[in-house]
C-alpha cells in the first residue's frame, strides 16, 4: 500500500445481515467478514496487519439489546484490516479518481466484490468460498494451516469439483496455464505447486510441518493472483 495511509483508528464494521435465525447470524457475520476482507486483499484496497484483541468483538442484533460474540481470530482479521488506495491503479482509474474521486474510480471493484460476496450463482459461490479460504490462510500465524488453506483456496477458484482426477496433477497445470507467462515460468509454477502440496499433506498427516516462510508467502501471493484474475474477469 502506499506510505501514507494510516491505520484506521476503529475496527467497527457496519453491515446489514439476514439470518434466518438468531443462532446462524454469527456465522454469517463471520463468513461475509472472511469473504470481503479476502476478496479486498485479493484486490489491492485492503492489506493485512496482524492485531491482537484486548476484548473478544461482538455482532449486535438490530432492535435488541443482546450481543453474540464473534471468533476472537475473525475479529482479529476484521481489526487488522487496512484499507486503501490499491498500488496498482492503471491510468484510466487514476485520471478518474483525480477528476470524478477515488470512490468513483474504484466502483468497478466494489461492485464485482459485493457481487462475490452476495450472489448464489455458481461461479460467486466458488470464489467467495475462495476469499473465505485465502483469509484464513491471510489471517493464521501456522504456517503449515496457512499452506493448507491456500491450496484449498485455489483449487475452489481453479478446479471444477471431480471424483476421479488426480487434485495435485489438476491444480498443478491450472495454475501453471492461468498464472504462468512462459513455459519457464509454466515448469517454475507446477514445481513450487508441488512443493507446496507436500508441505500440506505433510500438515494433514501429522498437525505439524515445518514450512519456510518464504514458501507459505508465495502460497498467498499465488491465491491473491489467482482470484484478483477471476474477480476482474467477472
Given at each position: ?231 476482474n474477469d467477472l
Open positions: 500500500m502506499r506510505s501514507e495511509i494510516v491505520p484506521p483508528v476503529t475496527n467497527e464494521l457496519t453491515g446489514r445481515v439476514e439470518a434466518p435465525h438468531t443462532h446462524r447470524v454469527v456465522e454469517r457475520v463471520e463468513r461475509h467478514i472472511k469473504a470481503f476482507i479476502g476478496t479486498s486483499i485479493a484486490c489491492g484496497i485492503a492489506r493485512y496487519y496482524y492485531a491482537r484483541l484486548s476484548t473478544v468483538p461482538a455482532v449486535t442484533i438490530e432492535d435488541s439489546a443482546e450481543k453474540l460474540h464473534l471468533d476472537a481470530a475473525v475479529g482479529a482479521l476484521a481489526a487488522g484490516a487496512v484499507f486503501g488506495v490499491p498500488e496498482d491503479l492503471d491510468e484510466v482509474k487514476t485520471k478518474r479518481a483525480k477528476t470524478k474521486g477515488l470512490a468513483d474510480a474504484l466502483t468497478p471493484t466494489m461492485t464485482r466484490i459485493a457481487y462475490v460476496i452476495t450472489s448464489a450463482e455458481v461461479r460467486a459461490a466458488s470464489l467467495r468460498s475462495a476469499a473465505i479460504l485465502f483469509a484464513d490462510a491471510v489471517a493464521t500465524t501456522d504456517l503449515g494451516r496457512s499452506v493448507a488453506f491456500s491450496l484449498m483456496a485455489l483449487e475452489s477458484i481453479l478446479l471444477e469439483r471431480s471424483n476421479t482426477d488426480t487434485i495435485l496433477a489438476r491444480l498443478r497445470e491450472a495454475v501453471a496455464y492461468r498464472l504462468g507467462r512462459s513455459p519457464e515460468e509454466r515448469a517454475d509454477l507446477r514445481k513450487q505447486v508441488g512443493r507446496l502440496y507436500d508441505y500440506r499433506s505433510s500438515f494433514v498427516h501429522t498437525g505439524q510441518v515445518s514450512v519456510p516462510v518464504a514458501e507459505q508467502r508465495a502460497g498467498l501471493e499465488l491465491v491473491r493472483i489467482a482470484l484478483k484474475r477471476e474477480i
